[in-house]
């Protein structure tokens, strides 16, 4: 079985730019969730989504928005990038109700 | 506001020998500890879990150790392997995850 897929795997944007990152869950799995990491600290929490609803959200301001499709993929959009925005945007999936989180390989933005 | 800390960013340890990785946290609310492993260009893996109701987790080598009067998580590995090199975040659940800042594990051969 597949894991987690996002693409791109990288991206290079500039300032001012929008950016769409996209997420396939492990089949069976509803939620997925977001992670951003800047280099040199762990991943930290953006959004999780289940039944295509937003679940919960983390201190990120409005530029970020995501959503979840029928099929259970998702997709991260922020707009008007900041040189801060560069990071590794990672990707999560887990069974509802379940603890483990399955992670995908990342989406590494650089903004320029 | 960092609710879960991991204050040693890199140990190295003999193969064969004990390695022993430790998390501090701040918030007596979380009910689930985890401990991620992290290879370049891959995602994190999971590793092991602890409820916050229990005080030991054993998983083949890994054994993951939770004080929580001393809001402490260690996670211990026996033998270590030259494999096991990696970065090694722990995480936190209440209503969302909170990860540590990862402490590298070189094992050397």
């Known amino acids: 079985d597949a894991g987690v897929t996002q693409s791109p795997t990288h991206l290079i944007k500039t300032r001012g730019q929008h950016v769409t990152l996209r997420c396939s869950p492990i089949?069976?799995?509803?939620?997925v969730s977001w992670y951003q990491q800047v280099l040199g600290q762990g991943p930290q929490f953006i959004f999780q989504?289940?039944?295509?609803?937003?679940?919960g959200r983390g201190n990120f301001p409005d530029r970020f928005s995501a959503r979840q499709f029928p099929n259970y993929s998702s997709e991260l959009n922020v707009n008007a990038l900041l040189l801060g925005d560069s990071a590794l945007y990672l990707c999560?999936?887990?069974?509802?109700?379940?603890?483990?989180?399955?992670f995908g390989s990342g989406t590494q933005l650089s903004v320029l | 506001d960092q609710q879960v800390k991991q204050n040693s960013p890199s140990l190295s340890v003999q193969e064969g020998r004990i390695s022993i990785l430790n998390c501090d946290y701040t918030?007596?609310?979380?009910?689930?500890f985890l401990w991620y492993k992290k290879y370049p260009a891959e995602g994190p893996t999971f590793l092991i879990s602890?409820?916050?109701?229990?005080d030991k987790n054993e998983d083949g080598r890994f054994t993951v150790f939770l004080n929580k009067s001393a809001k402490h998580l260690s996670l211990h590995i026996v033998p270590s392997q030259p494999g096991d090199s990696a970065v090694y975040f722990c995480?936190?659940?209440?209503?969302?995850?909170?990860f540590g800042t990862g402490t590298s594990l070189t094992v050397i051969p």
């Open positions: 089949s069976g799995h509803k939620s």
């Open positions: 999560a999936s887990s069974l509802v109700g379940e603890e483990k989180l399955f």
């Open positions: 602890i409820s916050s109701i229990k």
């Open positions: 995480a936190a659940q209440t209503n969302q995850f909170y």
């Open positions: 918030n007596s609310m979380f009910d689930y």
């Open positions: 989504y289940y039944e295509k609803e937003e679940r």
